[in-house]
């Protein structure tokens, strides 16, 4: 069964690049968000466990996740995927040269396993206007599956990961 994914062109830059004109690319448009309370009422509906079991594995999913990544592991969550932490740094132009300080920060990857991972194959996508195209009343109405025009959610862009 495919999925639709909504989707806004906006223009962005390059910050290699600054003179250069922007570029339009698409960007991700969220259809709502399920929050943390909603998640532990859908699981427990869909199991034998109460709310505060549900409640009470994800807390300790997270404790374990985080002492384990601290201590430099991969935390591997079945089908769910693998989390790991990564670096940014600046590049040297030999092993010698690299030093501590040009590490610059540190993000946690995520790498979805099997089950989401499959559900990027049955993608497709259906273009929308973004608030501000809405709101100034200039979009085209262009949708790759409505030729007649459209649009769709409004939303001005991807809802960010709470937790991240």
């Known amino acids: 069964m495919a999925m639709t994914?909504?989707?806004?062109?906006?223009?962005?830059?390059?910050?290699?690049?600054?003179?250069?004109?922007?570029k339009y690319y698409a960007q991700a448009?969220?259809?709502?968000?399920?929050?943390?309370?909603?998640?532990?009422?859908?699981?427990?509906?869909?199991?034998t466990c109460t709310e505060t079991d549900v409640r009470a594995s994800i807390s300790g999913i997270l404790y374990e996740a985080k002492r384990s990544l601290k201590a430099g592991r991969i935390v591997?969550?079945?089908?769910?995927?693998?989390?790991?932490?990564g670096l940014n740094s600046e590049g040297a132009t030999s092993v010698k040269e690299f030093s501590s300080s040009m590490i610059k920060g540190a993000h946690?990857?995520?790498?979805?396993?099997?089950?989401?991972a499959e559900l990027l194959k049955i993608l497709s996508y259906q273009q929308?206007?973004?608030?501000?195209?809405?709101?100034s009343g200039s979009d085209t109405g262009k949708d790759d599956?409505?030729?007649?025009?459209?649009?769709?959610?409004?939303?001005?862009?991807?809802?960010?990961?709470?937790?991240?």
């Open 108 to 116: 946690i990857i995520f790498r979805p396993g099997k089950t989401l």
């Open 5 to 22: 994914v909504s989707y806004s062109v906006v223009p962005r830059k390059n910050p290699a690049k600054k003179d250069e004109a922007a």
């Open 145 to 164: 599956k409505d030729p007649d025009g459209g649009g769709g959610s409004g939303d001005d862009g991807e809802t960010p990961d709470p937790a991240a």
């Open 128 to 135: 929308v206007s973004t608030r501000a195209v809405a709101q």
């Open 29 to 47: 448009q969220a259809a709502g968000e399920l929050d943390f309370e909603e998640l532990c009422e859908a699981i427990t509906s869909r199991s």
């Open 76 to 85: 591997r969550l079945g089908d769910l995927g693998s989390l790991q932490i």
